[in-house]
């Protein structure tokens, strides 16, 4: 789906202010879409929410480096 389909995109607030690496993810869908914010012309990509809430798990649990 086209990124500009989706509305309420927002950044982590560990992001920080470079812009250089950051994803932006529109939730309260029945899909979570994730996009990068460079690069916003791009369709997004779609994750389930289990999908979406493990991965989010792995990384904060230092099982994944972000």
Same mark, same amino acid.
């Given at each position: 789906?086209?990124?500009?389909?989706?509305?309420?995109?927002?950044?982590?607030?560990?992001?920080?202010?470079?812009?250089?690496?950051? !994803?932006? $993810?529109?939730?309260?869908?029945? %899909? $979570?879409? $994730?996009r %990068?914010?460079?690069?916003?012309?791009?369709?997004? !990509? !779609?994750?389930?929410?289990?999908?979406?809430?493990?991965? &989010?798990?792995? &990384?904060? %649990?230092?099982?994944?480096?972000?």
């Open positions: 789906m086209i990124s500009s389909e989706y509305t309420g995109w927002f950044k982590s607030s560990y992001s920080g202010g470079s812009q250089a690496e950051c !994803l932006e $993810v529109a939730p309260g869908r029945p %899909d $979570v879409p $994730v %990068d914010s460079k690069a916003t012309h791009i369709p997004a !990509l !779609l994750f389930s929410h289990r999908g979406w809430t493990a991965f &989010v798990a792995a &990384v904060k %649990d230092g099982h994944i480096e972000a």
